[in-house]
């Protein structure tokens, strides 16, 4: 591929978002061309190709630490490790800290993210009941509550003091949206197939974006073929 592993990271960007307190923010995410990320029904395997899927776990492992919202969690029990024999993978970085956004602390104590492979934290509200995970891998963390749910940046400050540079985001569209709106996202993966849906789950969903007048337009940082795919890379202009 043309562009770097850590252009793909966004690498040269992680100093400035460390200066804020938090790691640096990749959204990755795929689409349909009509930006759908899932089919009406719910079904989202596979919407791009094991090309474009393998990208997103070297991703996974650059970035040392991945994101989902409670929704993706329950819907998909994701396992969020890294599957992949690419060689730019060491081993030593093979699985990233899983991090699960769940302001109500629904996670099961058998879901994916509780299975051992790698470290697993989950943020959660003041008065969320964790008792059903007790003796599970995974470590609480406390976050205060806002307006529109857990303070994203009270989590992105919580993550970051464990020493996490970069955090990959890969769902779900209302985690991100959320983030977005908040000025939390530092660039955006995008894994865009030749494909049409017509019907489903939209890639984002929600966010404070009303009005064209506000759009947020990203700098291209590159765009190229990755299989049958495309993969579009923007960084969020600061």
């Avoid at 070297?58 to 970035?63: E, K």
């Avoid at 955006?188 to 947020?216: F, K, Q, W």
Wanted: net charge negative.
């Amino acid at each position: 591929m043309s562009i770097s592993l850590d252009e793909l990271a966004g690498r040269d960007g992680w100093a400035a978002a460390h200066a804020e307190g938090r790691p640096f923010v990749v959204y990755k995410y795929a689409a349909t061309l009509d930006g759908r990320s899932a089919a009406e029904d719910g079904t989202s395997q596979w919407i791009t190709s094991a090309t474009a899927r393998g990208e997103g776990h070297v991703l996974r492992a650059a970035c040392g630490a991945v994101l989902v919202g409670s929704g993706t969690q329950q819907a998909d029990d994701p396992s969020l490790t890294v599957r992949t024999d690419d060689e730019r993978v060491p081993d030593n970085r093979r699985h990233p800290w899983r991090i699960v956004l769940d302001t109500h602390a629904r996670t099961k104590a058998d879901a994916k993210v509780a299975d051992g492979q790698s470290p697993t934290l989950l943020l959660t509200s003041p008065d969320a009941d964790t008792s059903h995970l007790d003796g599970s891998p995974i470590e609480i963390e406390r976050i205060p509550v806002g307006d529109n749910g857990l303070d994203l940046k009270a989590a992105l400050a919580a993550i970051y003091r464990r020493g996490h540079e970069a955090l990959m985001v890969e769902g779900g569209p209302t985690v991100a949206a959320s983030l977005i709106s908040a000025g939390l996202v530092d660039q955006v993966v995008a894994y865009i197939a030749p494909a049409i849906l017509g019907r489903g789950r939209a890639s984002l969903n929600g966010g404070s974006i009303t009005t064209m007048a506000d759009i947020l337009r990203l700098e291209t940082v590159n765009v190229e073929p990755i299989g049958p795919d495309v993969r579009i890379v923007s960084r969020v202009p600061r």
